[in-house]
């Protein structure tokens, strides 16, 4: 089975926002893979291994996309040494795209590599548009499941069932390969992921795993493709354009208050709210 | 072109109040744009909906088709689509839910349109403001695309009040209808009877200082008596102290009650773009440096296992005494 993995940089979300000439000021960010691209490349691993035993089951195959500038190669890196096998960076500026521009990437990328799966993150946390995998599902016909907290391989590799979180709770969705996941913050709990093969009781580490020094030093070596947007002819031009960036409002500063008769009353008469 | 199709999400009695938010917007689109709302109901019970619905749309059109009984993006997203085409429109729009999110960006696909996604503003024709970094900032984007598609955020729009005459009702056929291999397999939720979060007037937030599920009684007890709905940080979700459906923030609701409670919760800035649109924050944490405070309008350092308790004690003297 073959897993096709996009990820994006983006701005450590940590750190502070800055407005600059009326766009974000990005000079001496930390660029860092958006955590939901380290979750899909974990539910990836997941996915194609057996956990108890560690080693990857045969015929897997894990390949790591990115569609941004030369300094993206680090991000894709980073997802090599937690083991992705390869990786291809489409170059382009950040500024020549946008979601459209994108998925056609995927698209042409997705027709060379045929993978079984694309498992995305649910969203980029800089731009928060959580849309690229719904818009390259639509483009594809294929089926998606987006917002998966869990997701359990068939034994025949040939169908996904996947808990999507859903403002009603969790509903399960089946779609057969090849198929779209995008997933959420609890993909990576313990237990998230199953593939018929690590047994059912194991149980992963809380969260994405970190690079070895053995892998960092393996991923050094292991393949990348840098390819421009033209070899795939890709011809599709950005149609959303940012025109302004504000930074909210703040908020007037509150009051500690001393005692709970006091917080009541002040909800009671002051901000009239019980 | 100009007229706006607005995907609606309903109940048996009419909207929801996530689809009044959703109308609000597409009545300014269509100003705009010189068209006028069409709202779309598909699935079952639509036709049923669609009277309750037409007071607050110049047309309503639904879908209804056994193939549609549960909701894929597979299915509904080309229906979407090709009434798009059909009405004219040129701007398509749903709520920020979990369906409007799943949907819209798919519909946009097989429309070439450019999407806008959890807006909070239309800015000018095409151009719409939308909140980026956790919140941290306001983007305003210009969308060229012949046709545009939008999510709405529910808090930012309020719900749009029933026009002076009905609108027309029709029914739309579902044509061919393929799921591209998926399933609807089954909905795991918790039944409530306390308000939506996206609808409520008052959020009872609890963080990982709550320590334990059971915990949270208390807090629920505080929701019970204010007619709350519940939330949490994502730190209590991941925990499995509460239903991951209850986190607030970034990247789980987006809440905009009249009056929120944040109790020990540090106030991450994750947190913070899901709640702090709220109009009055109370915040209950033992740490005096928690960032929480910075924006709440009202503070108490201390333990939850005191004040909270005391909370609803004093709470239930004022109801009382009115
Ligand atoms: C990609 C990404 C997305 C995220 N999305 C979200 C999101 O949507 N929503 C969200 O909430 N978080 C989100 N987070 C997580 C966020 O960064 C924080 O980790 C999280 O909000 C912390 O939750 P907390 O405040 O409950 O826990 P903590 O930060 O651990 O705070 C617990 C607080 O409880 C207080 N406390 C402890 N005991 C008591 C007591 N007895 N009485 C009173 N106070 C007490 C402590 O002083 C402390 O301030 C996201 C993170 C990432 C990386
Ligand atoms: N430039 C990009 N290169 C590769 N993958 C991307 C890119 N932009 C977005 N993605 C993927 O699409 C997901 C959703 O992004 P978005 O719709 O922008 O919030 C991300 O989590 C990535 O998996």
Known sequence: MKILVPIKRVPDPALKTKVKDGAIDLTGANWVVNPFDEYAVETALRLLENGEAGARVAGAEIVVVTIGPEDAAQQLRSALATGADRAIRVDAEDKALDAGVVVAALVQIIAAEKPDLVILGKQAVDGDANQVGQMLAGKLGWAQATFAASVELAADQKSVLVGREVDAGVEYKRIGTPGILTVDLRIVSPHSVKNNVTPATFAYPDGPRYASLKGIMAAKKKPMDVKKLSDYGVTTTPVTREVGIELPAARAAGQIVADIPTLVKKLADEAKAI | ?322
């Open chain 2, 1 to 322: 072109m100009g007229n706006v199709l607005a995907f609606c999400e309903f109940t048996s009695s009419g909207p929801k109040s996530s689809a009044l938010s959703n109308l609000t917007f597409a009545r300014q689109a269509a100003a705009a744009h010189g068209g006028e709302v069409i709202a779309l109901l598909i699935g079952p019970g639509a036709a049923a909906a669609a009277g309750a619905v037409a007071a607050f749309a110049a047309k309503v059109v639904t879908v209804e088709d056994p193939g549609l009984d549960n909701y894929l993006a597979e299915t509904y997203a080309p229906i979407v689509a090709r009434l798009a085409g059909e009405h004219g429109a040129s701007v398509v729009t749903a709520t920020a839910t979990s369906v409007g999110k799943d949907l819209i960006p798919r519909a946009a696909a097989l429309l070439d349109a450019g999407c806008a996604s959890d807006i909070s503003k239309l800015a000018a024709k095409n151009q719409f403001v939308r909140p980026i970094l956790a919140g941290n900032a306001y983007s305003t984007v210009e969308i060229s695309s012949p046709v545009i598609c939008v999510t709405v955020r529910q808090s930012e729009f309020a719900p749009a009040e029933a026009l002076g005459a009905a609108g027309a009702v029709s029914s739309a056929p579902a044509g061919a209808i393929d799921a591209a291999g998926a399933t609807f397999d089954h909905l795991e939720s918790q039944k409530s009877d306390r308000p939506d979060l996206g609808d409520a007037k008052v959020v009872v937030s609890g963080g990982r200082g709550m320590k334990t599920g059971e915990n949270f009684k208390v807090l629920e007890q505080l929701a019970d008596l204010l007619g709350a709905a519940m939330g949490a940080s994502r730190a209590a979700t991941d925990a499995g102290m509460v239903p991951a459906d209850w986190q607030v923030g970034q990247t789980g609701k987006i809440v905009a009650p009249n009056l929120y409670f944040a109790v020990a919760i540090s106030g991450a800035i994750q947190h913070l773009a899901g709640m702090k649109g709220s109009k009055t924050i109370v915040a209950i944490n033992k740490d005096k440096e928690a960032p929480i405070f910075q924006i709440a309008d009202y503070g108490i350092v201390g333990e939850w296992e005191k004040a909270v308790p005391e909370l609803i004690e004093e709470i239930k003297k004022v109801k009382a005494s009115r």
